[in-house]
Each structure stands twice: as C-alpha cells, then as structure tokens.
C-alpha cells in the first residue's frame, strides 16, 4: 500500500518486561522489519527513549527541563543504536542519523542523504528528537516522515489497535474509530500525538496510522494496508 513510510517506536515498546531492552521483542521487530521491507517498502524509523527517562520522571527528582530533554535525546539515541544492532544481526544495511552530532556514533541528520539511504534499500533510524528541547519525538517523527516524503507515518501502540473514545483498558464500552481527522484529534482532546505534531501532519497532509504493534505481524499488515487500526488524515477520506 505504502512505498515509503516512517514507523513511530516508544522507548517502552522495547523494553517488554524487562528494565531497558528484551531481546526477544527486539528481534522480534527485526525480522517484522525484515519481511516487510522485503515487499519493497522502504522503512524508516523514530524511536523514543522512555524506556530510559521520562519527562515527568526528570521533573520530580528537580531536574531542568531543558536539560531533562537533553536527556531523553541521548536516551533515544541508544535506542536507535540497539534497534540497529538488532536490524543488523537479521541481514538488513542500516543507518542512524541524530539531530545531535556524534560522528563516532552515528551519521548527522542530512536530509537528503537520509533519501538516498533509503532509495538504496537501507533501513535509516532517526536518533536525538529534533535536537531542541520542548519537542517530543512525536513532533520528530511528524517533521522527519515530512521531510524524507514518507508516505504515512505508522504509530505503533503497545496493546491498543487505534484509536477510541474513551480509554478501553478501563472502559469496556469503548469504541475504536476507524477513520478520524486532524482537525477532530485537535476538537475531541483524543491523546494520540501532541498538538505541535499533530498540526505538522495536518499542514503537510500526512497520513497516520495508528495499530497495535504487540500482535504478531502487525507491523507488516499495517504497511500492506491490512492491519486493524485508526486511519487521520488531513480531511475525510
């Protein structure tokens, strides 16, 4: 369905039961990956870094906020390195590129260069936010899909396939909405992504498919298509 996609990770989606990484569900995205870039998609990736700090975390014990994104940034940067390995160790070519420069780690985010990576089948993974503080790595995946001309951004969710009216792990009356705009994410308050990123994605008419990552073979069904999810987009499709 999709040539060209970016696929939004949390930090916590890594971290199964574990305190940081588990292996199993590292290389169980790997090979996700894997099969899904084998249909010709090319794949590119944001992964936050809450498996490491939190914001809300870093205010309560009386550290700056500033400083407290500069250390979700690193944090992410980790991810995107064991995400890497993790690719890696399956057979796929890879790059990380960080808004924060660290040239024995990693490539600086060139756009362009990113695009070619891509255009060589090379699966690239954005580290470091945007490299400025007050902007979640929602609103870093919203401007890097915008800027490598992605078709859709998929947002993995752990254990909830979209979006609903009301939270279903405490309402059983719930319901999930197949299809939603922007402007109705703004208008209803619905919690998908902060309102900076959900701007960029309205502005730049970028697709968002939000599924549930933790069912086995989503990841490929939701860049066929397939998947069980909320399709946003900018205006009624």
Do not use: W
């Not at 999709?2 to 930090?11: A, E, F, M, N, T």
């Not at 070619?116 to 790595?137: A, D, M, N, Q, W």
């Not at 919690?191 to 968002?208: H, P």
Request: one cysteine or more; charged letters at 25%.
């Amino acid at each position: 369905m999709y040539k060209r996609v970016l696929l939004k990770l949390s930090g916590e989606a890594l971290s199964g039961n574990s305190k940081n990484f588990d292996a199993d569900v590292l290389h169980s995205l790997a090979e996700e990956i894997k099969e899904a870039q084998s249909l010709g998609v090319e794949i590119a990736i944001v992964v936050g870094g809450g498996n490491f700090i939190r914001g809300k975390t870093v205010a309560e014990i009386g550290i700056d906020r500033v400083q407290g994104d500069y250390m979700g940034m690193l944090a992410t940067i980790m991810n995107a390195l064991a995400i890497q390995a993790s690719l890696e160790s399956v057979g796929l070519e890879t790059r990380v590129q960080t808004s924060i420069e660290m040239n024995k780690v990693a490539e600086p985010f060139i756009q362009r260069r990113a695009i070619r990576h891509l255009e060589k089948g090379r699966v690239v993974i954005f580290g470091g936010g945007t490299g400025s503080p007050y902007f979640s790595t929602d609103t870093t995946a919203a401007l890097r899909a915008s800027e490598i001309k992605a078709d859709a951004i998929l947002m993995a969710k752990n254990g909830v396939d979209g979006v609903y009216n009301a939270d279903p792990k405490k309402d059983p009356t719930a319901t999930r909405f197949e299809h939603l705009t922007y402007m109705d994410l703004l208008n209803k308050g619905l919690q998908v992504m902060d309102s900076t990123a959900t701007s960029m994605c309205m502005d730049n008419d970028m697709e968002l498919v939000v599924f549930n990552m933790n069912e086995k073979g989503n990841i490929v069904k939701a860049m066929k298509g397939e998947a069980v999810c909320t399709r946003i987009n900018k205006e009624e499709k």
